[in-house]
């Protein structure tokens, strides 16, 4: 047996259940959560050599044979992100350590936060449609709750957008699932890609296949259905803001990775060429609101929108290629947004504001801090040699491949216009002098902040990992080779769930 | 029966979707309390609706005599009642706690977070 | 005394009050008879739980959230780490056995001339039975606290 494959949603649901028992002792919980988070990195480290030296790693949950019971099931694709959530949920625990106030702390914020990466784990490693939904609502629920935590205006006002729309696309996501059972009998996702490739395909399956688009789509913040995010992101606690910014959305997009690599690709002319129009819209605009953004954390929120373009730009190509750079894609971006939101972080504590116009000067106080956020703001550009340039490379050399000139322009243009904002955040709030009536007590070192250090580990951390992803990208290649190649052919997938080659 | 229940879904859907077309966040939270009625009642329709057939196994057999209704969606229709309860009970609290804080029910006077 | 019962009373209707007080004990004995004979008929953890905590509500709407915490004596979110605790426990048995998580595992014995059938399916369903109970029980408390 091989329970690497579950470890990674047992750890956090232990760690939440622990933290929820010692809800009396906030520094307890603290330990708890640190200490889960290394076993949880850990664990998707396991899963990660386990999937590469055996490809898929399945187990039967409670010994029911597929396609009966609930499946759970690792690939490279799943393993991947497995990591990426322990790397995400390291370092937000390290930076939650000091900078989480009193109130968030006494009203659940740690084994909400546990609850959540069990559901972003369990999304990513279920082999069954319904059990990715209940993962989904798991997830849902504890970022609903960690996204009001501490009750301002704004975040109310921010959560009524986030929970409505993600609750019609829940909705929508339940409907199709319940469509598909009617059509093919089954909700285990290999029998369904399995059944789907031996009927011929009709209008109805590609009805059932757009309403899968539409919820990810909707979850993962892509166009048109995307303004919850920018509405609500900005609200919460930074820590919360960065997890979510790092975590959520890729749910959604790997979601639509999987379903329309395994279960939807019978009529791939009509499927994906939705999806590349919804992925060139979703760049742009992402991309122009957050021009017209004067505020860190938003501008921030928007280039997420114009990213999970990119990553859906991949799956819509839907060449070898274009999947390699969808899937390097989404682990240069998981690191590098988590990265610039814990940043802006570390900025306002420094001054106090998010606001573009009222910071300045850190570049001359803090040059350090200038570095860990110039090195993540350019890769998100796509400068080389950092991560982003190799991911932005693959995807558009692969749209270049098929001729798919219009949204490869839509690429490089919002590549440009990527840097644009990020000049501008480096412009304001590290280059021009401190604006005048700023208190720069904090900035210049005259009050001194003992735990600041704790707060700068994880952006340092993240900053090696997007320099590692830069300097090594063949082996980093070879590994999103790897996954993609077993996305494009799913009888392996098939087979290693149900024992029966295709 | 199926055309008939196909109809229901249909009307509970759009009356789910013209609720939360409304500027009040309490019709709001009604308009997802039917959409998440309306998908529970689809997935019920959907995959077929057998009468007076319960999937039980008599006694001394071990499969059971001729056809029955599927079991299945209706322990997913179970599961997703109960998941839906936790998440309107939430937004039930976030309406209350948004009322309380905004001080009046209008979704045209929330509008300080949109870009 | 009734000044003191105005204070513990949070509506003044003499029936719920007096009722709430009988059908508290009677509920949570159904609820036990429910979460058992989900071993093998109808019922098990859930709508146990949900029975439970119908009773703990009703007592909430005749006394008032302060009187109901000093019945449950334990707060609320305690239940529902002790139900996720005891869900968890019931996956890893199997494991031990070299089998996949959740797997049931059985122990049966005779006591007293019965047969006693004990499994982690039982453990589980106990473990869900606190954690509805726990989790309505939070919900319905601090929407009452809000409301007041």
């Known amino acids: 047996m091989s329970p690497e494959v579950v470890l990674p949603i047992l750890i956090p649901l232990l760690a939440g259940a622990l933290t929820l028992a010692f809800w009396r002792s906030q520094r307890y919980q603290r330990w708890i959560t640190l200490f889960a988070s290394f076993a949880l990195l850990a664990a998707g480290l396991w899963l990660l050599d386990s999937t590469r030296e055996h490809g898929y790693v399945v187990m039967q949950m409670g010994n029911w044979p597929a396609p009966f019971g609930i499946t759970v099931i690792a690939d490279l694709l799943s393993a991947i992100m497995i990591v990426l959530t322990g790397i995400i949920g390291l370092a937000i625990a390290i930076y939650s350590m000091v900078a989480t106030p009193d109130r968030h702390e006494r009203f659940g914020y740690y084994p909400l936060m546990h609850l959540l990466l069990a559901g972003v784990s369990g999304s990513f490693l279920s082999g069954d449609i319904f059990n990715l939904f209940v993962w989904f609502e798991v997830m849902l629920l504890a970022s609903f709750a960690l996204l009001t935590l501490g009750g301002e205006r704004s975040q109310m006002e921010g959560a009524i957008k986030y929970v409505t729309l993600n609750l019609f696309s829940s909705a929508i996501f339940l409907s199709a699932i319940g469509l598909l059972y009617g059509m093919v009998g089954t909700l285990n996702m290999a029998d369904i890609g399995y059944k789907l490739s031996q009927v011929e395909h009709t209008g109805m399956v590609n009805v059932v296949a757009l309403m899968f688009m539409i919820s990810f789509g909707i979850k993962a ?72 953004q004067f505020e860190f954390r938003r501008i921030l929120s928007f280039h997420i ?73 350019l890769s998100l550009a796509g400068l080389p040699p950092l991560s982003g340039f190799f991911a932005k490379f693959i995807i558009i050399r692969a749209g270049i491949e098929v001729e798919a000139w219009v949204v490869t322009a839509v690429a490089l ?71 993609a190649g077993q996305l494009m052919n799913p009888a392996g997938y098939i087979e290693a769930v149900l024992g029966v080659s295709p | ?100 804080v905004v001080g009046n029910d209008d979704l045209d006077q929330m509008k300080d977070t949109d870009t | 005394m009734i000044e003191d019962n105005k204070k513990i009373m949070k509506t003044n209707t003499l029936i719920l009050h007096t009722a709430a ?95 006693i059938k004990l499994s982690t399916v039982l453990i589980f369903d106990i473990g869900v039975y606190f954690a509805v109970l726990g989790t309505i029980l939070t919900i319905v408390m601090s929407l009452t606290e809000a409301e007041e």
């Open chain 1, 221 to 292: 913040a892509a166009f048109p259905l995307f303004f919850w995010l920018p509405a609500s992101y900005h609200t919460p606690l930074i820590a919360v803001s960065a997890l979510f910014a790092g975590l959520l959305t890729k749910v959604g997009v790997y979601a639509l990775y999987r379903v329309f690599t395994l279960m939807f690709t019978g009529d791939v002319s009509y499927t994906h060429d939705i999806l590349l129009w919804a992925a060139a819209l979703t760049m742009l605009t992402g991309v122009l609101g957050a021009a017209a």
């Open chain 1, 305 to 377: 929108i114009s990213q999970i373009g990119y990553m859906l730009l991949g799956l819509a190509l839907y060449t070898p290629l274009a999947i390699i750079g969808g899937v390097f894609y989404i682990m240069h971006h998981i690191i590098v947004k988590t990265n610039l939101f814990l940043v802006s972080g570390v900025v306002y504590r420094l001054l106090g504001s998010y606001d573009l116009k009222k910071l300045g000067g850190v570049y001359k106080h803090r040059p350090g801090l200038a570095v860990l956020f110039l090195v993540p703001a």
């Open chain 1, 413 to 483: 243009l919002v590549g440009l216009l990527t840097l644009y904002s990020m000049i501008k955040i480096w412009a304001e709030v590290f280059w021009k002098p401190v604006p005048e009536g700023t208190d720069t007590s904090a900035l210049t070192g005259k009050e001194k902040d003992p735990q600041m250090w704790i707060m700068l580990l994880p952006l340092v951390g993240l900053t090696l990992c997007t320099l590692f992803i830069g300097l090594n990208g063949q082996p980093i290649y070879e590994l999103a080779s790897d996954a």
């Open chain 2, 1 to 100: 029966m199926e055309t008939l229940m196909a109809y229901v879904v249909g009307i509970l859907f759009a009356s789910a979707i013209y609720m939360m077309l409304r500027r009040s966040i309490v019709k709001l939270v009604i308009g997802l309390i039917i959409l998440s009625n309306a998908a529970n009642l689809l997935i019920f329709a959907a995959a077929g609706m057998t009468r007076g057939a319960p999937p039980l196994i008599p006694e001394g057999a071990t499969a059971p005599l001729g056809p029955i209704a599927d079991p299945l969606p209706q322990a997913l229709i179970l599961t997703a009642i109960v998941i839906a309860f936790g998440v309107l009970a939430f937004a039930v609290v976030l309406i209350h706690r948004a009322y309380e």
């Open chain 3, 21 to 115: 007080l009988f059908l508290l004990p009677l509920q949570l004995i159904f609820s036990v008879f429910l979460l058992l004979r989900g071993h093998d008929e109808p019922g098990g953890g859930f709508i146990a739980g949900l029975v439970a905590s119908a009773a703990f509500v009703l007592y909430l709407f005749a006394h008032g959230v302060p009187a109901t915490r000093n019945i449950l004596r334990v707060e609320p979110h305690d239940l529902l780490a002790i139900g996720l605790l005891l869900g968890l426990a019931a996956m890893f048995p199997g494991l031990l056995y070299g089998e996949p998580f959740l797997t049931a595992q059985w122990w049966e014995f005779t006591l007293a001339g019965s047969e």
